[in-house]
């Protein structure tokens, strides 16, 4: 078992040598994480853990015709094996339209970083005294703690024998605290690369969840109806993980689901919302990768240029297909959530020029919206139609103030006739890590008017 | 399994008062093909060690797990899962004394097991020629776009098969082995005109139609013959009018009614959701433990269990991942909430004397947690058939497959969407309506029901992505149902 900490060099050594051995066209794409979390509910401890795991791709091109074996170990005779298999699996394959491997001809972009040794060295130990005093705050406040405390570090490489030979690595954490009583819940959390900035002011975002448990007892009913909201970071985030498995990947244009396809070059939301991925900046704090699991250079894609239609990512079969070169976004191996093929997994929404309070002044009577829950948003792709409930706090917005809590609520609605309804975004974003995949969203807080609520 | 023996002795001497140990080895193969080309086929082997550790602590007891990559004879790497899973316990344990009292950590008796389980399989799925699966899903693909014609705008179809063999040990003498198989597949039609873009799958979306078993499961899914009429369905979709607003009588046809007892009944039956246990994630359940055997969920009609005894289905399997014998729980008693999904120490916590054997992880390398098995709506022995069920509804609308889920963080407040509608008029099926959705609350809308199909139409379904657990889990788990019909629900397109 190699880890992922183990030296990068002897990693893409053997990656190497195990495709030269096999001769003809092959690739061997690798990704191996190490992650510790511990999760809590009731202020106890319901599972934790510390995991190691890899999955590496053998693929290898007969002519036109390609196999592929997934295996979990890198040892030589484990990673020969898997390429003899492949190379048998491409013969009985029939003909296709392979797009080549990649070639490493093209250099690896300029990118932030995304290693923190301090990271990747925090265990459950340490991990446990981030959340004691979380504990320890939500007690003092007559309420229990639930959420999770996760670090780890990623291992991605990439080798062909068309010469590419690249590897990454990058660390990630989080900490999810809910205050609250089952019913009643305050919620702040925070995702980085590194633990030090998910561990800064921790005290802060404590107080602040404990508080907005406090702000959210005895919630009033709301009559259905259009609200002018504020939506949190997270509530947007969850927009834009849908937005980014229903409309912004090469396939969802390919058959016409997406919001997108026939429609390049058309103002589909109003000119406040540009959206786009980028890998490389390590914006707000997000981890970074600067190549797919084709090895392929990543790219910054814009989806939505001032509400205009761009482009969307590819990998190199949809690229191929489309006539045009890979951005860089093919899925990521082995996640059996991302099986539609390329994906943005660091989709940002650009920032605005106000403060959060800035945006709850301009309502006059509305919502805050602090998460969402359960959204779906295959209602109608075209649209981005998408529907969803409210959680982890909800208030009323009066005469540009926060008022009381509210019960949580049904909404309905286009992604695409809200961004035509836009007030305000904010200046300051924050980084969320995707609630199904290995994914982050960097979003601002949305002021959106006349949202549609049914109750 | 001697090393895994002897790996939990090591960990009892070590101080755990209790700890189970499995070796996982997970082989899979999809195989997808869109428009006439390959577009996704892999053949892929996982395989490790999971253990997991109780050691002492304030109250009662603090879980700590530790997972390895390695084949079966590997002892280093179940030796280093097992330091992980120590090493996570104590730091758990060390966080019992901020908050003193709360749930005391217990689990429920039960005796040890040993022995072998294997899914009757008539064919295997791995040995069937690669070049006989592409002629199947080629030949589907062609077969729907011939039916759509010039408006057909993409056409896919896939088989997949899943191999777990699981070696398990735990402290108190169990050692079980099991290999479970299942497979299953699925196709999609897409259709456009103009602006409008439609599309139907078959035998359900989501993962297609999974079950236990081998190539027979694909077999008998027939999607040759059900090619023509999906691909009708969808053009038909193209130029229909939208679904009716209002409240009306609704029936649910199996595929649908499947999603509905997973999100509605299965969910907030998981005891550690009843618990607040999974608040953080997929939230908690308003069937909370004071209504257990004192809340009406639903109408008389609607009798729910949990059953991981149904051969062929996807939740069934010998002992849960802590050695539990699969068992069959009722969840929902002529409309009573009489029953929960436990697990050994669930099920001490509710004061039960055994767990259901719900404890289920998703591969090696995940902690166990309580999942799904079969949940299923039991038919009524006189019920209907489908066609019945139509003819004796004067007005309404009949659900098909679904499209889109949601419900809130309790279970209660749902909208489901569904691929395609039919009305109902004067007992029969009239027009084809689009984008179909309804939605409710949960007890409101089970007391609704006042008719449930019978043992002929009753249909067992197969899901592949239940989503729980952080990190996420992806689990297979089993619903069967025949159709039932559901008064004054409120209904519409948007």
Redesign the interface.
Known sequence: ?TRPSDGSDELIKRLINSVRRTGGEAELSLHATR?????????????????????V?ARVAVGDRV???????VDDATLDRALA?ARA?AA???A??FAGFDDGSAALPAHAGGWDAETAAV???E??RL??PA??A??RAGW?A???C?AGETTLAVATSAGAARVHRYTRARF?L?A?D??I?GRRSRDGRAWSSVAADHDALVDDAVARASRSRDPAPLPPGEYDVILEPHAVAELCEWLAVTAFGARNV????SPLAGRIGEALTGPAVTIYDDALAGEDGAPTAPFDAEGTPRRRVTFLDGGVAREVVHDRASAALAGTRSTGHAPPI?D??F?G?PVPQHLMLAPGDASVDELIARVDRGLYVARF????????T?RA?M???T?DGLWRIEGGKLAGPVA?Q?W?ESFLEAGRRIGGISRDRALVAG???ECWFVCPTLLVRGWKF?G | MGLLEDAVARLRRRGATFADARHVRDERE?L?VRDG????????????FGVRVLVASP?GG?????????GRQDAA?LE?AAE??L??????A???S??PG??RVELAEEEPQRGRFATTVARDFFAV???DK?ALLHGVCDAMRAAAGARA??ASAHVGARRQDKLLATSDGTSVEQLLVHAGGGMKI?V?EG?Q?A?RTYPMELDGGVAAGGWEVIEALDFPGAAPRIAEEALALLSAPPCPAGETTVILDTPQLALQIHESCGHPTES?RA???????A??SFLTPDRLGRFRYGSRHVNLTADATTPGALGSFGWDDEGVPARKTPLVARGQFVGYLTSRETAARLGLPRSGGCLRAEAW???P?IRMINVSLEPDPRGPSLEELVADTDDGILMGNN???????LRL?F?F?CEIAWEIKKGRRTRIVK?P?Y?GTTPRFWSACDAVGGPEAFRMWGLL?C?K????Q?MAVGHGCPPARFRGIKVGS?
Not at chain 1, 35 to 55: I, K, N, P
Not at chain 1, 254 to 257: T, V
Not at chain 2, 275 to 281: I, M, Y
Not at chain 2, 469 to 472: E, Q, T
């Open positions: 078992m992650m510790g979390t511990t999760r809590f509910a009731g202020s106890r401890v319901t599972q934790t853990g510390d995991v190691e795991d890899l999955t791709q196999g592929s074996v997934r295996v979990n170990a298999q699996l009985a394959m029939p296709g339209s265990d459950a130990a991990r446990a959340i004691a504990f320890a939500c007690a229990t639930a959420g999770c996760a999810d809910i609250g089952g019913r819940a390919e058959d016409g689901s082995g059996e959530l099986d093929g829950h359960y959204v779906n948003g295959l209602l109608d075209r139609l529907t969803g409930m959680r949580n049904r309905t609630g199904l995949s049914s | 999809t997808a080309r390959v577009e996704r086929h892999f053949a892929a082997t996982s395989e490790g109250n603090a879980w700590g797990f530790g997972a390895r990559a390695g790497a280093a992980a899973a090493a996570t316990a104590r730091a758990a060390s966080l019992a901020v908050v709360g749930a020629p690669l070049a592409l705008r993409s897409v456009a602006s873009v599309h550690d618990f607040g246990d999974e608040v953080s994630l939230g908690a390398n995940r902690f947690i499209k889109s889920w949601s419900i809130d963080d407040n909208q969407g984008n959705l939605g992505s989503g657990g952080d990190p996420m992806l948007e």
